[in-house]
């Protein structure tokens, strides 16, 4: 059965990864099973949903990228209880059983197929197979979703259990958040958000835009993917960049550019420098004199510029934010000043459970970049053999979640 199964899985499931190191996981105890339909989250734990399921994590673990258009989550990283990138995670993706006959077993009001696997049953596998040590598969076939549980260790063995336990199908006329790709494509996260029974939140955008593609700044949906919401809600769509914990929407057919080392930029389509329209967030080196105000949850210096009258100006009007507790400064150019106002009406913290891509130092080396990146909690992948001068793919101010892999490119292409 197993053998049958595993062929039967498509491309994509639903994975729960625990941490390899001996976490006691929460005190509190996770939603009884009598309540097979109740979307209430207790104290310490948090909700996550796919495809007319949901299951209960550990509050504090955050959402990883472990594959384009899947959910994942795992301990934060950089902590003694955490692991790396996607080796101790939870992913959520859907998966194809076919017409196959599973003997199944009840479990809060679903009909599962359950098998376990631990480095018991191979004792003459490579140690590389049996990491982690024990790994529990909870198959669905009516929903077309599969949990899998992988552990090491016997704290983390008895939280994966836990987990398992709460497994349950959603409440009736609710639906989760869809992932998206990173960097998202926008007719992808749309035919997403609508397969999904949702509902798009920007003014004009409806299935009929949903086969628009085009490059730009990421996507970040809000609520966050895996989210359990009512039936038709509203999915806000943003293209947001950050720096520093600090983050603002940029228009949708904005794209990255490289303005200066250190910096994040990005500009309007078909414009290569950022001498005219462009914003750019970059490390404060001084503060200027002024009135810090609260905008977004921060204290900023706001200083305006605007075009003199019958002068030469590549821009006509300029605002510089400077976050003062945060260190981070953003320059906004654009020749509209209802955008810029819209795009500082937009500053905001990083959201809960992403990170931003770093920018580089001018003329970083992999090897640089790849320290640079797992500081920020991301792992640097190299693509092109490249002894100095190296970009991200995704570009510096990208979203993504922690453990994502970074391609690392040469600079001069």
């Not at 030469?312 to 000043?337: E, I, K, N, P, Y």
Request: hydrophobic share 45%; aromatic share 4%.
């Amino acid at each position: 059965m197993r053998a049958g199964l595993a062929a039967a899985v498509a491309v994509v499931a639903v994975v729960v990864g625990l941490s390899v190191v001996g976490r006691p996981g929460p005190v509190v105890e996770p939603p009884s099973s009598s309540a097979t339909t109740d979307a209430s989250v207790p104290d310490g734990w948090r909700l996550v949903g796919l495809d007319g399921v949901m299951v209960y994590l550990p509050a504090d673990w955050r959402p990883r990228s472990c594959g384009s258009g899947t959910l994942a989550y795992g301990p934060v990283l950089g902590t003694s209880s955490g692991g790396t990138g996607c080796t101790d995670v939870v992913l959520l993706r859907p998966v194809v059983f076919g017409d196959m006959a599973l003997q199944t077993e009840p479990l809060n009001g679903l009909e599962v197929v359950r098998y376990d696997r631990t480095c018991d049953d191979t004792p003459d596998a490579p140690a590389a197979l049996c990491a982690p040590e024990h790994r529990t598969t909870i198959a669905v076939p009516d929903r077309g979703v599969e949990l899998v549980v992988t552990a090491s260790g016997e704290a983390a063995v008895d939280l994966a259990e836990r987990i398992v336990a709460t497994l349950r199908p959603m409440p009736e006329g609710s639906t989760a958040v869809p992932a998206v790709p990173v960097p998202g494509e926008f007719a992808r996260v749309c035919k997403a958000v609508f397969g999904a029974g949702l509902v798009l939140g920007r003014a004009g955008l409806d299935q009929q835009v949903c086969g628009a593609m085009y490059v730009g700044p990421p996507i970040t949906l809000v609520p966050a993917p895996g989210t359990v919401v009512p039936n038709g809600s509203v999915v806000e769509v943003e293209n947001r960049i950050a720096l520093g914990g600090v983050s603002v929407a940029v228009p949708r057919d904005w794209v990255p550019e490289v303005c200066a080392a250190g910096q994040v930029g990005f500009v309007p389509s078909g414009i290569d420098n950022c001498e005219s329209e462009s914003v750019e967030l970059t490390r404060a080196t001084t503060t200027p004199r002024g009135t810090a105000v609260e905008r977004g949850g921060f204290e900023v210096i706001e200083q305006d510029w605007s075009c003199p009258t019958n002068a030469f100006c590549v821009v006509s009007f300029r605002t510089t934010l400077t976050v003062v507790d945060a260190g981070v400064q953003v320059v906004v150019s654009v020749d509209d000043r209802a955008v810029i106002d819209q795009i500082i009406a937009s500053l905001a913290p990083i959201p809960d459970g992403l990170v931003a891509v770093p920018p580089l130092r001018a003329r970083a080396s992999a090897a640089e970049a790849e320290e640079i990146l797992a500081a920020a909690g991301l792992v640097g992948v190299p693509e092109r053999t490249a002894a100095t001068a190296v970009t991200t793919n995704p570009a510096p101010g990208t979203l993504v979640s922690p453990g994502t892999e970074i391609g690392l490119v040469s600079a001069t292409g």
